[in-house]
T-cell receptor
Framework: AQSVSQHNHHVILSEAASLELGCNYS??????LFWYVQYPGQHLQLLLK??????LVKGIKGFEAEFIKSKFSFNLRKPSVQWSDTAEYFC???????????FGQGTTLQVKP | NAGVTQTPKFQVLKTGQSMTLQCAQD?????MYWYRQDPGMGLRLIYY???????DKGEVPNGYNVSRLNKREFSLRLESAAPSQTSVYFC????????????FGQGTRLTVV
């Protein structure tokens, strides 16, 4: 069965530190990849997405992610985090043409001012 | 423009009771989804509807049924609620499967006692 794994469950950083959140998926075919963010008390919002083309994609608020097909990975990065980035981050995968959007377990990011 | 609207926002049920969670979207999207969110487990797909007239099981369909009433509405029914179904439920929609961004509702917090 297809699955998505996020390695870090809870990350604590100080402001201005760099961020990298890991995401791996299990599916051998074509995939569409997403990162969503859920700020406290709010619903999920899209950060960025990858469908095809340049494997380095840029999203909102200075986030970027790199798709490495050989590693089945789609890691999220930000060079310098802010207190306002405190939120839960979810990686999601759409395998092939299934229409079935599958999420990882989520990573809670806490940024200390 | 309301986006994705879920009702109710909060609900407490007794074990064995039934209820239907309602979801409606006003974006003319083809695909709709129901997820449950539990601490440490991310969002797990319960059912999805790739297009009007079709529904498919997700990762955790047991104990739930769905109805795609029309293009706008996708309801989730718990026939006989169990404490294990205590969770936050999110409805989402996207224009075309996962090829476009999924938009989420505000969630329904359900407690089964």
């Amino acid at each position: 069965a297809q699955s998505v794994s996020q390695h870090n469950h809870h990350v604590i950083l100080s402001e201005a530190a760099s961020l990298e959140l890991g995401c791996n998926y299990s599916y051998g075919g074509t995939v569409n990849l997403f990162w969503y963010v859920q700020y406290p008390g709010q619903h999920l919002q899209l950060l960025l997405k990858y469908f095809s083309g340049d494997p380095l994609v840029k999203g909102i608020k200075g986030f970027e992610a790199e798709f490495i097909k050989s590693k089945f990975s789609f890691n999220l990065r930000k060079p310098s985090v802010q207190w306002s980035d405190t939120a839960e981050y979810f990686c999601a995968v759409l395998p092939g043409n299934t229409g079935k959007l599958i999420f990882g377990q989520g990573t809670t990011l806490q940024v200390k001012p | 423009n309301a986006g994705v609207t879920q009702t109710p926002k909060f609900q407490v049920l007794k074990t064995g009771q039934s209820m239907t969670l309602q979801c409606a979207q006003d974006m003319n999207h083809n695909s709709m989804y129901w997820y449950r969110q539990d601490p440490g487990m991310g969002l797990r797909l319960i059912y999805y509807s790739a297009s009007e007239g079709t529904t498919d099981k997700g990762e955790v369909p047991n104990g739930y049924n769905v109805s795609r009433l029309n293009k706008r509405e996708f309801s989730l029914r718990l026939e006989s609620a169990a404490p294990s179904q205590t969770s936050v439920y999110f409805c989402a929609s996207s224009e075309r499967g996962g090829w476009t961004e999924a938009f989420f509702g505000q969630g329904t917090r359900l407690t089964v006692v």
